[in-house]
């Protein structure tokens, strides 16, 4: 008896990527969930201590008003006291007089110290180097985008 060919094995089927796919797809819609939910509480926490702030305000205006016209820096109530601070901050109303004046004192302390991103990173682009001083510091961060 002629012996009978063994039948080709069934190509194996192929491999699918459904369920890892869909496993992503929940992923993802799970990270869009949350980030959604958490920008809308923030948004609402936002619209309350907004509220609150213009109270504050409001109350901060009144015992302001109220110590001026008596002539005093603070009152006592209650346990409780107010009183009036004086602070001093900066506001650069024309920039280039104000680095010029820098550059003329030659003391960098007046500025921040740190360098500015944007401009850090033309200068590593068109240079392929950090500036002198520097290091380009990188982090991988994982974002998720409506399609």
Known sequence: MPRRKAADPAPPAPVTEQPVQSAMARTLELYVQLRDQKAAIRAEADNQ???????LEAIEMKLNDV???QGVDSIKAGGRTAYV?????PRVDDWPGFEAFVLEQGD????????SEGVFKAYVEEHKACP??????????????NS
């Open 49 to 55: 201590i907004a509220a609150i702030d213009n109270k």
């Open 108 to 115: 960098l302390s007046w500025l921040h110290r740190r360098p």
């Open 67 to 69: 110590m001026k016209a």
């Open 85 to 89: 601070t004086v602070t001093m901050k």
């Open 132 to 145: 002198p001083g520097t290091t380009a510091v990188t982090a991988r961060e994982v974002r998720v985008r």
